[in-house]
């Protein structure tokens, strides 16, 4: 039963059998608990206490920092003064012994170890120096020469790019340059002629020995007599890329690299002039 | 009279350190044995109460000078002495090897063992019931049946609405009866 008459109505509500139930406290404690409990606490408490009192706040005497660096060099002074006392006491203090004079003979016993050419150590290494610990098979230089030569005949032969003449090569590029421009002006010629009946002298002049040349194809002897100066300095006079001019008219289509090789290296294009020995020819032929 | 002192004049007395542990000596005797038996209640045996009624005291001691006074001394320490009973109640379980299968559980054993234990008086029937309950349950029916608290008190001590609380009893009540008729 409940002296709270709210909460044993409550309960009669939920439950008549359990409101009807004794609260009544079932446990006990023993005798003088609480009085000892309340001791117990009590004592570990005030050891809390007096470990929080132990810890004082931290202070510092008043004008400590103001003086520390001044103390600080007074010690560093100090200790410098008492430590430099401490080493000279010892450097007078020789360990280690000399035979009398011996810094006296010292420079006139290496002057004439030196003069002798017997330095110590090669005085025991002379009698074994010209000795090779090493052997070789015997008659192994004599058929050394002639085991190289048939191991170089059983490699595969290597890969052969021709090259033409660095002569012919300019030729072949200028060749290359004139004989598209002689075509362009033949085109523009005979589109002007329909304009005008009657071409100038000169040029039909120019025409006609064009055409001779193309048709008896002795272009590349005329060129022979030309210079490779000559033929670098009339490249470049007419706007033309003398290296591009060279790569187009000496390299054959199936040497050229494929389009994905310049993709995965941008060293191809150098690699194929160097193959060509054609790199840098502007610089190599001023 | 010391121990009538209200609970705010003896906050303000442990704020002073003069007085602070003549203060704290009686928030301890005011509040001791209420707090005990609720603690009792939960763990049932006389040593474990015993150790955690003293180190919730001890953890007052370290944050009662941090208290806010927006919420009621009282309040504050069976809130202190739950939770604490139920921090120990979760330590017990995943120290005990019994498997979930075994018909007894540890506290029932408990209060089977106790000098005073009577199976055939209702007061103990009334006791292996409680601790059939769920363990917030059990706070809840322990709160109302025995400490008379209201349902508003309550409701700051478990941090749960009055709502919950009294469908919590109720429910507690129920299962009790059922426990004590068929149990």
Known sequence: ?286 | MAEHLDDKELLLQFKDEATREAAFTRIIKKYQEKLYWHIRRMVVEHEDANDVLQNMFIKVWKSLENFREDSQLYTWLYRIATNESLTFLQQQKKRSSISIDDEESPLTNKIKSDDHFDANKLEWKLQLAIQKLPEKQRAVFNLRYYEEMPYEEMSRVLETSEGALKASYHHAVKKIEEYILNG
């Open chain 1, 1 to 286: 039963m409940h002296n709270n008459r709210n909460i044993q109505a409550e309960l009669e509500g939920i439950s008549p059998l359990i409101a009807g139930i004794s609260n009544r406290n079932v446990y006990s404690v023993p005798d003088g608990y609480f009085e000892a409990m309340l001791a117990d606490v009590l004592q570990t408490v005030q050891h809390f206490s007096s470990a929080e009192k132990a810890i004082p706040g931290f202070t510092v005497p008043e004008g400590y920092f103001e003086g520390l660096a001044g103390s600080i060099m007074n010690r560093i002074k100090t200790e410098i003064s008492e430590e430099s006392g401490a080493l000279q006491a010892l450097r007078s203090a020789e360990t280690y012994t000399v035979p009398d004079g011996y810094f006296d003979a010292l420079p006139g016993s290496i002057i004439s170890r030196i003069q002798s050419g017997k330095e110590e150590g090669s005085v025991l290494l002379e009698p074994v120096k010209h000795i090779n610990p090493y052997r070789v098979p015997a008659g192994y230089f004599e058929e050394l020469s002639a085991e190289i030569s048939s191991r170089l005949t059983e490699q595969p032969p290597a890969k052969v790019i021709i090259m033409q003449k660095r002569s012919s090569v300019f030729r072949y590029a200028a060749a290359a340059v004139i004989t598209g421009l002689m075509g362009l002006s033949i085109i523009s010629l005979l589109n002007n002629r329909q304009n005008t009946e009657k071409p100038s002298i000169a040029m039909t002049d120019v025409i006609t020995d064009a055409n001779k040349m193309l048709k008896e194809g002795d272009l590349e002897k005329q060129f022979s007599s030309l210079s490779d100066a000559d033929i670098v300095n009339y490249l470049e006079e007419n706007g033309e890329d003398v290296n591009a001019a060279l790569v187009a008219s000496v390299s054959e289509d199936k040497n050229l690299p494929d389009e994905e090789e310049y993709i995965f290296d941008d060293k191809t294009l150098d690699n194929l002039l160097n193959e060509l020995n054609i790199k840098d020819n502007k610089t190599t032929t001023n």
